[in-house]
């Protein structure tokens, strides 16, 4: 059943006509205390939450015991009301250092999904484990795996999730909740796996959490699950599985009415469409999330504000990349999330190389300090291309190597690629920087991340002894677009470059619109505004080693759209 049918199947025991909202006008409190009694939790799980909500404001005061409460708490935590719904948890859980694990597990969870983990381990360690068999027991220790998880401690998580496993598998199999807390015990042990660099646990896990998660009513709870897949997609390179995974658990959160996981899948889906290189979609999908975060305060728009500095980065503005970093520095430091923060000084790393490269180290070291798992990969790339930038490329050649062998047991082939790229610039051999670029560059290619590749392929072109022929078979599959866009830039150049003179540049994108460019908006139908768009303004990047002016990249266009012409021309191979 959907969640819709769900939801009028559960009302229709309460009404054969009137709806859950309607229920204020039928006086009949202690009917309706009984129904939410025997339904409540099913009917919030589902997407419900309104309805449960105004019916619960239709009761009399009176009539509300404690788990009435308890169930207008969880269906504001799931609406997204967090403030309403932790006075009513704090109200329950007294002044005492005790709670029952039924409330600790909903009141931290509140905590953990607005990007609180320290909070929410503060609550969750108050809740009373008895025998731990129980699936409230079991729930707790999960949801404390996963905050663990979050704030990097590796041991703590797999232990929470090892013995939330055990308390789930314990509770009888027709026990109410039971597949959640297997559901989220399997997320926890999958995320200890992940940062132990285990992949296949990992996977195993996050498939056991799948299977689980079909057999709970919980619609928020799976696309938390389906946002758990997506990132293990994006580190694979995987952005096709990635966005439909995104995909999913975007539209689950909304038919859930959930906004704390809307969040995080709208963030999923926004780094799967920068893979694809539809920057434009993938800011609007970041600025939706940061709205929903922003609208209830909640500080887990710190790991949203990191993408969104990514993607002022990859434009070159700097100075609201900084921003976007510094606000995420700020929020992660102060709730204790260490995955956004050492993501966020890679951030700050990155920007401080253009102008300052000692701070730049100072941060990218920070970065690599408090990174954990996959996370120290890209630290030590930005502490690398920092050493770089201050003069120490030798420095920068261990620490591409180092990434290169974190990447290795992550499976992280975005990683593997980032740090290829770095040992590029750092090899002493053209040769050597070349086999390191192509094999980037066919990671890229393979993940359908046209951007990334073409810029690399521009990359080789700097090379000493390089000609076009390896550009080109770096991009081969999107050449006869490519050509398209090389004649048509050729054509406008001398009016467009003319008017506005020489600008130093560093990188350029001219490669880098798909088949499908057409499609994605004005500035992608129009060569034209896209070789302003991207080729014209200083397009900064610490990869980068030497300047070239329009004329230069000019002059590199039009050879290569000879040999487009030419690799066009041949029959298409299976692999392009």
Known sequence: FSSRRRHTRLVSDWSSDVCSSDLRLTGAGAEVTRLLRRDGERLVAAGSAPAVIAAIQALPGAARPAWLHRLQADALRVRGETEAAAVIYRRLAGRGTAMSAALAWRYGLLHYLRGEPRAALTILAQGRLRDERSVDEALSLAWAGCAYATVGDARACADRARRALAAAGAAAATTPGRAEALTVGHVAASLAAALAGQLSAALAHLAEADRSVRAACDVALRAWVRVHLAH??????????????????????????????????????????????????????????????????????????????????????????????????????????????????????????????????????????????????????????????????ARADRLAAEAAALARPHHDRVGLAAALELRAATADEPAAAQDALIEAATIFREAGARTDADRLAVMLGRLPGVGVAAQIEVAAPYKPHSLWMFERVDECVNRRVGDRGLQPIQQHAALAYPPDALQLGDKAGDPVGMFEHEVLPPFRDPSATRAADSRQVLSRLRPAAAASRALSARPRTPSA
């Open 232 to 393: 293990v997609r994006l580190a694979e390179a995987r952005y096709a599985a990635a966005l439909t995974e995104a995909d999913d658990a975007v539209e689950q959160a909304e038919a859930a009415g959930c906004p704390a996981v809307l969040v995080l899948a709208l963030a999923a889906r926004a780094g799967a469409l920068v893979g694809h290189g539809r920057l434009d979609e993938a800011m609007a999908s970041y600025q939706r999330a940061a709205a929903l975060a922003q609208r209830t305060g909640a500080p887990q728009v710190a790991q949203v504000l990191v993408g969104i500095g990514d993607l002022h980065l990859r434009h070159g503005r700097d100075a609201l990349a900084q921003a976007a970093y510094e606000e995420a520095v700020r929020l992660s430091e102060a709730t204790g999330d260490r995955r956004v923060l050492a993501r966020a000084l890679t951030g700050c790393a990155r920007v401080a190389a253009r102008d300052d490269p000692p701070h730049a180290v100072t941060l990218a070291a920070r970065a690599v300090e408090v990174a954990c798992g996959a996370d120290g990969i890209l630290a030590r790339c930005a502490l690398g291309w920092a050493a770089m930038a201050d003069g120490d490329p």
